[in-house]
């Protein structure tokens, strides 16, 4: 009767014309290999965010998707916005 | 002593007729009191209808028949009741359905039988495939897969995909529920540098497009930069859905804030695609809700709790 947690990154969403990344973070209790429970935690990432702090796999997908085109739009976007 | 079954010979007593071996009966046969046929290690009984559909053996009492058991389409039938109640099973090849005619051009019927009553009910049923429900018209209604998807009609997805309420528009799939936690990033000038925390914690709740957010915060230090104040980390990007302005409509409150310097009231408001919120203030109770807070109008442990809805494009 083994108790384990995972925590893992199990939804990884490109989103909006900006590419936000949306990642979803599942920590989950499982006891010989059933998931007992499990809770999320989110976070987006924008085309101007400092990636250092993510997975290997959120900065692969930032590096593909934030091309400087993207990153120069949305760079155009926040100085565009006006109340 | 002896008799006859055709040219067999029966030996007769007083309690009944015994036949050793083999009797073949052309015509009828009636027996009275009860027949009894055994064997040992070979089929007991054979009762052959030779090239036609229809009965095998009448079930009868009182000379009247109540069910019988038959030939349709070269398989099996059971059949009870009589005309306009027939009742029973057909054992077609890897299926049995629902039968309700007597044996004729078609003894299965749709959508007449039964399986159980509200009094009488079966327990338990155990299945390998799939549980598909139609209608009295044969249309689909539902459908629990053995992929554990539940599925409404049109194959829509009720697991997994949503489930339309109301109608079967798009406007009216409710397509995901979530809960879960973020953590809150305040951002002065757009930066982190120089700010840290005694406490942040952030819960979610989202209901198709709408996110529900709650929040606490308590800096320790908000750093150096000057300048407007955000706040970063919400859990769902901010849907654009306002023209002619990149702050969207929502409802974002400020519950309670300390360690401020002389705001008269404070709030927050969400910018489309831009992942986050801006603080807005009011210096005086006539002023305007439309400046943006910055670094001067709070204190190094500036604290506050938030609960803001907005929508989604998630």
Not at chain 1, 33 to 60: K, N
Not at chain 2, 256 to 271: K, P, Q
Request: glycine residues 10%.
């Amino acid at each position: 009767m083994a108790l384990e947690k995972i925590i893992s990154q199990d939804r990884i969403e490109i989103v909006g014309d900006y590419k936000h990344i949306q990642v979803r973070t599942k920590t989950a209790v499982i006891e010989d290999g059933v998931e007992l429970s499990s809770a999320y935690s989110r976070h987006v990432v924008a085309p101007d965010a400092d990636i250092t702090g993510e997975s290997t796999e959120v900065q692969a997908i930032c590096n593909a998707v934030h091309t400087q085109a993207v990153k120069d739009a949305y760079a155009a976007h926040l100085a565009s916005q006006e109340v | 002593m002896a008799g006859y079954i055709g040219s067999k010979t029966v030996n007769l007593s007083t309690t009944g007729a015994d036949i050793a071996g083999d009797a073949d009966v052309s015509g009828a046969l009636d027996v009275g009191g009860g027949l009894t046929v055994d064997n040992d290690g070979s089929t007991v009984l054979t009762v052959d209808r030779a090239t036609s559909d229809g009965t095998i053996i009448d079930l009868q009492k009182s000379g009247s028949s109540v069910g019988s058991i038959g030939a349709y389409n070269s398989a099996t039938g059971i059949i009870s009741g009589s005309a306009a109640s027939y009742t029973g099973i057909y054992l077609n090849t890897n299926k049995i359905e629902p039968a309700g005619n007597n044996f004729g051009s078609e003894i299965r019927a749709d959508n007449t039988v039964d399986v159980g009553s509200s009094s009488y009910r079966f327990k338990d049923l155990y299945l390998s495939g799939d549980i598909a429900h139609k209608d009295a018209a044969g249309n689909a209604r539902l459908l629990y897969d053995k992929s554990a998807n539940l599925l409404g009609n049109a194959g829509t997805y009720l697991y997994g995909f949503g489930v339309y309420l109301g109608g079967t528009g798009s406007a009216n799939l409710l397509d995901d529920y979530e809960e879960g936690t973020w953590t809150p990033e305040v951002r002065i000038s757009n930066s982190t540098v120089g700010i840290t925390y005694d406490n942040r914690h952030g819960f979610y709740t989202k209901i198709g497009r709408v996110v529900h957010l709650n929040g606490t915060v308590t800096l320790t230090n908000k750093g150096s930069n000057t300048g407007s104040i955000f706040l970063h980390g919400q859990p769902f990007s901010i849907a654009n859905l306002t023209d002619d302005t990149s702050l969207e409509s929502g409802s974002q409150s400020v519950d309670w804030y300390s360690n401020s310097n002389g705001l008269y009231h404070l709030s927050l408001i969400c910018h489309n695609a831009s992942s986050g919120f801006s603080f807005y203030k009011k210096s005086t109770a006539t002023a305007n809700l439309s400046s943006s807070a910055v670094a001067a109008d709070i204190g190094n442990t500036f604290s506050f709790r938030i609960s803001m809805t907005y929508l989604t494009n998630a």
